[in-house]
């Protein structure tokens, strides 16, 4: 998780998540606990890269947003929503600055030639299964509801690794509530790490409450970046 938590350090989240400005833009996003009943804990891709089951550091930023209030075209056809919701967050200016750290660290090295890095790119892709971003996420499932990309490391490893996750991004229309409902689901752990001792006691989580609480107040900015994409 080293680079997430550069990111967390060098941009202030500290200062700035506890301001009255970014309370009250972040008012409507709400976080909670990923249920131990969730569908990606028994996922295909959870226990290839978790293989270990070791313990999670794991959140969910949730959003409701009045469908009156979406981009109508993205509501015409069955996978736009979550397309821009997801464009919208990678090209937004919630993830710039862990987007230049990125661009300036990994872009120059040849193997990562088929990233994408421009926020022009950003902005206009599909992303599409494989799709590589900023050499630290890559698209591993996609439907018409949901985007979930491999996070924590590059994604030119595919074996498991130490610094690991799944991140997905939803968007879901509720005609019977008049609403979309958007959602940011973050699962971190160590691929690598060791299986609990022989008094059963399980190893720590990848993510200190500290760090663990900074995160969830950057995905609650990413949560609203990404959001501006999809509204009128």
Known sequence: MGILQKTLAFTGWTAFGGTAGYLLWTRKSKVYDVPPTDYLF???????????????????????????????????????????????????????????????KYRSDPSTSDHLWDTKDLASSTYPLGTKITDHFEVVSKNPTSIIVRCGDSPRIQEVRASDGLFEMTAEVKKDEGVAEFGLKSIFYNGLGPQPDQEGKQPSEPMSPWIKWLHQQYAKVLMETAIGNCTK
């Open 42 to 104: 028994n996922h295909t891709l959870f226990a290839r890269y978790n293989p270990n089951n070791s313990p999670v550091t794991q959140d969910i930023v949730l959003r409701k947003v009045p469908l009156e209030k979406l981009r109508p075209e993205l509501l015409e056809k069955e996978g736009k929503l979550v397309e821009s919701f997801c464009a919208g967050l990678w090209s937004g200016l919630g993830y710039a600055y862990q987007r230049s750290y990125l661009d300036k």
